[in-house]
């Protein structure tokens, strides 16, 4: 399928899914939008295993594209058919999603990228929950990430002072897993897709499940769920595949099942 307002590569199991508007700093429209989940169709229906998403250009997401807004619809509209639908798929996807941020990413883009299970930032990137400056609350799951990454402390400074945090400051704080060179970003999110790929799928989606959790469950609920987990997992080729090859001493050959 063709795209105007996004890319899409489907290569090796690995799908990079990149925003491309760069003269909006990708921030979303509609239009865009349906795109994405045009394209998160084909990318479930390609026996994806892992994926990148990034953007084009200056900027990763500056998040919803205030000219885009139909005024005359309860703002709640734009969040319920398109950010809240992205951000659900992105936490569902049985496969690891890696976002690469290269520049901003503010508003809804920045909580979009926290909803990734693996965040990637350039040197130069930020992080902007921009929402108070135009009397906003954050949205795209931004209040439960923040909360559960920063703790409510720092949650309540980023969204109420809506200051950019640089890349380094957010990695030292927990909010996302590395910080590289920006000419290096969409090489080493390749390359960690790449890997993720040939891992063990199965047993890294019920990983996502049980690290989803573990934000409410007790320590008794969460021994459970992980007995649950595990019983599961080790009846899969890969649990078995993966023994037999630590015993033979070669790499496996894992299958996502």
């Known amino acids: 399928m063709a795209y105007e307002d996004i890319s899409l590569s489907l290569q090796d199991s690995v799908a990079t899914l990149s925003l491309n508007r760069p003269d909006k700093l990708n921030s979303m429209t509609a239009h865009m939008h349906r795109e994405v989940r045009a394209a998160l169709k084909e990318i479930d229906a390609a026996g994806t295993r892992a994926m990148v998403l990034t953007g084009a250009g200056r900027g990763f997401c500056a998040g919803q594209d205030l000219a885009d807004l ?4 309860d703002l709640s509209y734009t969040i319920e058919r398109d950010f809240n639908p992205l951000v659900q798929w992105i936490k569902a996807a049985r496969f690891p999603v890696i976002c690469a941020v290269n520049g901003i990413a503010a508003g809804a883009g920045a909580n979009i990228a926290l909803a990734c299970d693996i965040v990637i930032a350039g040197r130069s990137a930020s992080f902007l929950q921009a929402f108070a400056k135009i009397g906003l609350v954050p949205d795209a799951g931004g209040t439960w990430s923040l909360t559960h990454l920063v703790g ?8 109420m002072l809506a200051e950019p945090l640089p890349a380094e400051t957010a990695l030292a704080w927990g909010m996302i897993w590395k910080v590289v060179e920006d000419a290096e970003l969409q090489a080493e999110a390749g390359r960690l897709a790449r890997h993720l790929a040939a891992q063990p799928t199965a047993a890294l989606a019920k990983i996502k499940q049980a690290v989803e959790a573990a934000a409410l469950n007790s320590f008794d609920e ?3 769920l992980e007995g649950k987990l595990q019983s599961a997992s080790s009846k899969t080729h890969d649990f078995a595949e993966g023994v ?12 996502g099942c």
Do not use: I, T, V, Y
């Open 222 to 224: 969460q021994l459970a």
């Open 70 to 73: 139909d005024m005359s619809k």
């Open 244 to 255: 037999q090859a630590f015993l033979e001493k070669r790499p496996a050959k894992f299958k």
């Open 152 to 159: 409510p402390a720092r949650a309540r400074g980023l969204a």
